[in-house]
Structures are given as C-alpha cells and as structure tokens.
C-alpha cells in the first residue's frame, strides 16, 4: 500500500481517476474487435434534482484539461497489470484519447435531456473517460447549480463562498471555481485564488476575539485593535463573540465610523442585521458593511431579502450542491458504428443516436423551448424565435480546440443565461424544468 | 491564472488549501505578539446529521499526512504575499507544526461534543491548521459514517462501493478508503486501489452490451461470450440491457452454470433477485452470486434483507453521505495560556478547556456512556464498568507518531464498534444518539 501520498494529492496523471469495470470492458473488447467500432457517448441528466427548474453546466474546463493528463505511465500500468492481460496494457500504454467531443459551453444553462457532452471515437478510447467526465462535471454542475439560484436570491448583494471546511480538500477549489463561475464574488480558499484565479476573501474566527482574552477576562476591543492596526480599517470585525450590541459599539468606538465591515455568525440574522444597522447608523457608521454568515441556503438568503445584509457568506450549503451533492449526470453509449443503440429496461430507458440542440427564444431573449435533434441531421429553424446553438466543437481528432472560454467569459454566460429564463424559471420552491424540452428524431 | 493544473491535482504542498482568513488572522496576531500563546483548538461535532445515532472518525490517517506536507515554499508564498506583510511571509517560509496533537483513533465512534481531536501549540502554529484538518474529517466521516449503517443494513453480504462517478474526482478515492474503513469490502476506484490498497472491483457497464449490436439488432450472447472468454467464468454478467429473464437465460447458456454472477441494475431489486435466483437454481447455476445496484442507500440495503441478494454494489448515497455530505466538525479555540475560553452567544456555545474522553462499556462490551473531562484532570473510572481512553497521542513536538494504526485495524475497530453498540444504535430511523455523553468540568 502506497500511503506516501495519502493527502489527496494526485499524481500527475488522471488515468486512474477511473473504475475498474472500464479497463476490464475494454479488455474485453479487444479480444473480438469490438473495441475498434465507431461509439457515440452521450453525457446528459435523465431529472433535474429535488424540483430544480436548471442546471448550469460546470467543469468542462477542468475535463479538457484532465483529459490532456489521462495517460498510463508504468506507475499506473503496474496498478492495472494486476488484472489486466498484456494486449490491454501494451495499448493502454500507447492511450491518447483521438477521438471528437462536442458539448454545451460551461456556464451554459441545462435541463433535462440536455446532450452536455457528445464523446466520439473508437469503443475503446471513448470507454475509459466514464468516470472521469462524470467526476468532473457531476462534482462542478451540482455545485454551481446551486450556487446559481443563491446569487439569484441574493440580487446584487455581494457572495462570498467560504465553504472549503465542509468538504474534501480538493473538492474546496473546484468548488469555489464552481461558484465563481455561477456569480458568486470571492472564495476564501487560497488554492482556488492560486489555481483558478478567483478572487480571494476573508474576515476573521471567534479564534481570534476569544485569543485576547486571559485571567481578567475577555478583551474584545483588543482584538480589534489589533485586526485593524495589522489589516487596515477596510476589515471585517466578526463582532458576535459575546454580545451583538457590544461588540458593535467597541468596533465602532475602537475603528471609527470609518470601518469596513462587521460580520455576524449566529442568531436570527434579520433581526440582528436591522439591530446592527440601527446601531452602526446611529454610531455614525453609514458606510460600514453587514456581512452576514450561518448555515445560509438560497432560501435563508432569499428570506433576508428585505433586511440591511451587504455580504452573504455561504459554507455548508454551497459546497454540498444545498441538498444536491451531485448533478446526477450519466455518459451512455448511444450509437455503434451509425446505428443508434439504447438501453431498454425499466426506469433508465435512453435515447439512441448522437444528438446537438438549440435553444428558441423569443425576440426578448426569453427561453421557451429546447429542441434535441440527431446530430446528422439539419438545425431546426423554427419562425419567429432565435435558435441558438448548444452543441460546439471542444475536441477534434483529440486535441482541445483553443478557443475556450476564460472562467470570467463563462461567468457572463451564467448571468446572461439566468436573465434569458421565463419568470417561473427563478423561483426557488420545486416545480418543472424552466423550459420544455422537444426530442426530434 | 494558472490553467496548467486544473485537473484538480494538487500541487505536493498543502498549505494552500487553507483559509484566506486564518493568515490574515496570523498577521495580526504576530503585530500584538499573541500570536505566541500557548493554545488549545479542539475539534467536536455540535450534533449528529438527520438524528443519526452514531458517527465514526475518518480521515486521520490522511490528516497526518497532509499534516507533513503543510509547508510553504516560493510557489505558496508567492500567492499569499499579495495580502500579507513581510514578517508573516517570513513566519510561514519556516513553518513547521511543532505542536501535540490527541485524538481519536481512526475508526472510533463519535457523538456529539466528543472531543475529536485536540490540537496544542502557538496561536499562530494551531490556526493556520483549521481549514486542512476540517475538510479532511468533515469528509472522511461523512462518508464512513453512512457506510457504517449501510454495512450494519446489509449484514454478512458484500459491498462494493461504486459511487466515484459521483463526486469530485479525487474526493473519490478517499471515499473509497472511508468506505473501505467502514466495511465495504470492494471499490470501483482504481486510484483508491494504488494510493490506499482497498481491494479493487468491477462488472460491466450496459455499454459493452450494447456495443455488440449492429444493424441486425441486439447480440447480447455475443457481449456475454465475448465478456467470459477475456475474463473467465468467474466475470459477472450485466443482465438487464434488455430484458432481464432473456439476459439470465442467455447468461447461462453462454456460460454454463458455473457463472460467477450476474448483476440487476433496474427495476425492482427485491422482486427481480427473487425471480433471478429462482431461474439461476431451476438452471442449475444455484453458485450464481446475484448482485444488485442503482440507487442504493441504507434503507433499500435493509428492505431487501429478505431477498436473495449476494452483492450489494452502492454509489450515489455513499458518495454524498446518504443525506449528510459533510460531517459538520468544528475546530474551536478552548484554551488560551491554560485558560478556558468559549464563545458566548446565541446556538454557538462550545465549552472551554482541553478536554480527554473515555466511553464506559459493560462487562458484556456493550457501550453505555461517555465522558469527557479536563485533559489536565484525572480520568473517571466508575465502578463496574470498563473505561476505555479514547484520545490517544497522535503528535508530539511536531513528530507524528510511529503507532499509527493501518486501514485495516482502523477497519477492524469500527467493526468492534458497531458491536459495541446498545440495540437502539444500529436503528436507521432518527433518535438519539446511541449513548449519552457526560461533560466533567
């Protein structure tokens, strides 16, 4: 057992960030020749989870970049030499994925259905990126999805994701990227700062109040003063260590009516941001923020509509995907060598043959339709709607087109995408897809 | 920005998956020289997810690990110098963590305010920590304590965890491991398989049916055939791409009755692993080992207790901790100079002090409490029951110990744990936690 590396951190190579079942398929079908056979994959998700009205595609980014490192060294072939035969490994030795992937942009909105990513090639090159596609894109469209109907909650007030402790450390970035990406403003996670460029934020711990305190008590006013000399006025003072009221009047007596902000943790967060907004008024602070934090979902965020809350922090349930950790999306061999092929069993039926889609809008920009539509045949062109394409070219003959969009183009693409959905489209309680889909054969 | 590495592989140091504010923190604390107090952080879980009756601790042993790799160099510095002065640039460049460390064995039983694990050093060494040692337990035990009660629902039958598809790349592999901890006895994941050395596993996907069709329709004997004659016998044979009683009969045709297994993937499992086991025995494949699959969680694993199911192969509900995707740790500051210290305000109480714990069992080993008391203070040790320590020393002066346990003994010790249990425990219904727990101050 290797345990040197038992932190998370991965080697270079993705290639083992898959099942086994995959390697033994293609084992398989190597001995008949199967595995040459021209495979269409389909990435798609059969439901939007709990009610959702859309889901934002998230992660292709980092997929496009995985899929470059997806390569066997011997590390890895040592790994996989423990049940594999000598053909199987000699051409996973030779592996370089040379197929086509067509798909929706990241940031693009989806429902259910939607053809999110088209793999295409050999049987064999296509079948071992299962798990990886759907790692990557499961993990980062639940997280955004959910990050996107909390910036809709939260209008034009100011997101910050700092939920990097409640989940697995490697997950914490792509998490904040995720959330970037579906509009929130900053991440506390430094490696998502370092790796994705998000811009990075933060206030301060009860760690920090309850440290400048010894045998005569608690010395709230000198931890302010100490966060302000070493930060600057532009600080957040977490000011609920003790008591709400106090801890605002020796913020304000300790900064000035200058300080940036103060944050509150714990308690009913209306009635305590209406309390702190009187107080720091009355103290002058006109300009000082409230930033408000404490197990906020969309709804909590949604519910404090009406109250004098400038920042939202969100942890717990951001990084959780609030209630969907997963976006629930399956890859599926949906055509062999031009035919379509679909599973016929119950509950997981498929539809056969590669497919692209456009989305129909209204002259306003107001969605009202997705069409699915096989991926030979012509874009449909339906009067009076503008019918934009889903499906564009990401890898060709096995290498990643350059024109990808940046995370910050993707994140005009959230924005743009969450104004294009009809009114209904935005609610927060369960209901249909925002939009229907039509499936042309 | 740097896309060069957004697979979401990491970089060997972990210092950056850490906190904006935790070095905005450090900084001000080395301006008024309390950065050098002598502190106690403690980690504890304020309740259990969705009135679980018990959790268990995972993540330790990856913990201790990371812990070696927290180190900043020129790369991590380089990021963090964009916000912070030049004296705590040079603090981190010599970090090191000098401090002690106790906690719970890898694979013990938690309840809540059990003390986790206790972490003991400089202000500044301590909470620079809180990010990394969050996101590692909060995960770890998410996820091994919703394997625990799956494994507790299927009794002596096997489990695969097949859940990688599902969540974050290289989240996977660690829940592969905290599954594996927990008593599954397989995974899917092959990087799990070399990083951790859990025993890897694997069937067949639909896709590899599928494949073996062309324009004269569906050739499922030929996937079977082609599937035995690479794998041998011993393969288990996907049955319901079609039709399920068509695929068990064309399964043993093809194989004979000497097949390892054939798996059910739809439909219902309990009806279906009856109707299969009884044609598999009417064919004489009564050594056939059925395995079942597809939206697996603790309640469906109990339901089909009566049923002939030899495999259970579980993915989403594992992955996502079965309604419970993080574990809700905290990591407080209890003790400054030998001093107690505790937040003060509303729903956020933690109780000040460093703290040890025993858990009192009954002659028979079943459990009946637990106690946690003032690390300084002498352990309880009531009459009539065994006292077992439960905070066992971890690091000293920085130096992790040489005793740590393997993933096997820890995976042996969660299974001496669920035995430990009072009946109430293994419920899966909402309650109580299983025992109580008594605060000595």
Chains 1, 2 share one sequence.
């Not at 299962?130 to 996107?148: K, V, W, Y």
């Not at 994705?196 to 010395?219: E, I, N």
């Not at 959230?414 to 499936?439: C, H, M, N, Q, Y």
Request: hydrophobic letters at 40%.
């Amino acid at each position: 057992m290797d345990t040197s590396d038992a932190s998370g951190t991965a080697a270079a190579s993705t290639a083992l960030l898959t099942d086994q079942y995959e390697l033994t398929m293609l084992a398989a079908a190597l001995t008949d020749g199967s595995a040459d056979r021209r495979c269409s994959f389909e990435v798609f998700a059969r439901r939007l989870p709990n009610g959702r009205r859309y889901g934002v595609v998230a992660g292709t980014g980092r997929l496009l970049d995985a899929l470059a490192d997806f390569r066997f060294g011997e590390a890895e072939l040592a790994v996989v030499a423990r049940f594999l035969d000598d053909r199987t490994l000699e051409w996973l030795r030779g592996y370089r994925f040379g197929g086509d992937i067509d798909g929706y942009r990241e940031g693009d909105l989806y429902f259910p259905g939607s053809p999110i990513l088209s793999v295409r090639g050999s049987f064999a090159e296509c079948v071992v990126l299962e798990t990886l596609i759907l790692s990557i894109l499961n993990h980062d469209s639940a997280i955004a999805s959910a990050a996107a109907r909390m910036v809709s909650a939260a209008g034009d007030r100011d997101m910050i994701e700092m939920g990097s402790r409640r989940t697995h450390e490697l997950a914490a970035p792509a998490s904040s990227r995720a959330a970037y990406l579906a509009g929130f403003d900053a991440t506390s996670n430094l490696e998502a700062v370092r790796r994705f460029g998000v811009p990075g934020a933060g206030t301060s711990a009860h760690a920090f109040t309850l440290l400048h305190s010894g045998p005569d008590g608690a010395d709230e006013a000198a931890a302010f003063r100490t966060q302000i000399e070493a930060l600057g006025l532009g600080t957040t003072l977490l000011v609920d260590t003790y008591d709400i009221a106090k801890g605002v009047a020796t913020a304000i007596e300790v900064a000035g009516p200058g300080l940036g902000g103060v944050r509150i943790d714990s308690g009913d967060l209306g009635v305590l941001a209406r309390q702190v907004r009187d107080q720091l008024d009355a103290l002058g602070a006109t300009g000082t923020r409230i930033v408000v934090s404490g197990d906020l979902d969309e709804y909590a965020i949604a519910s404090l509509r009406a109250e004098p809350v400038d920042v939202y922090g969100v942890g717990t349930s951001l990084v959780t995907g609030s209630g969907a950790p997963t976006a629930g999306m399956v890859y599926k061999l949906v055509e062999v060598d031009g035919t379509p092929v679909a599973k016929r069993s119950s509950h997981k039926e498929s539809r056969g043959g590669a497919k692209s889609a456009v989305r129909l809008a209204r002259p306003t920009g107001t969605i009202v339709e997705e069409i699915v539509y096989p991926m030979a045949g012509p874009a449909p062109e339906p009067d009076g709607f503008e019918a934009r394409d889903l499906s564009v070219p990401l890898v060709r003959g096995g290498r990643v087109l350059d024109d990808r969009p940046t995370l910050r183009e993707s994140r005009d693409l959230v924005a743009r995408g969450l104004v294009s959905l009809p009114w209904e489209g935005l609610k927060l309680s369960a209901g249909e897809p925002a939009i229907p889909t039509t499936f042309l054969q």
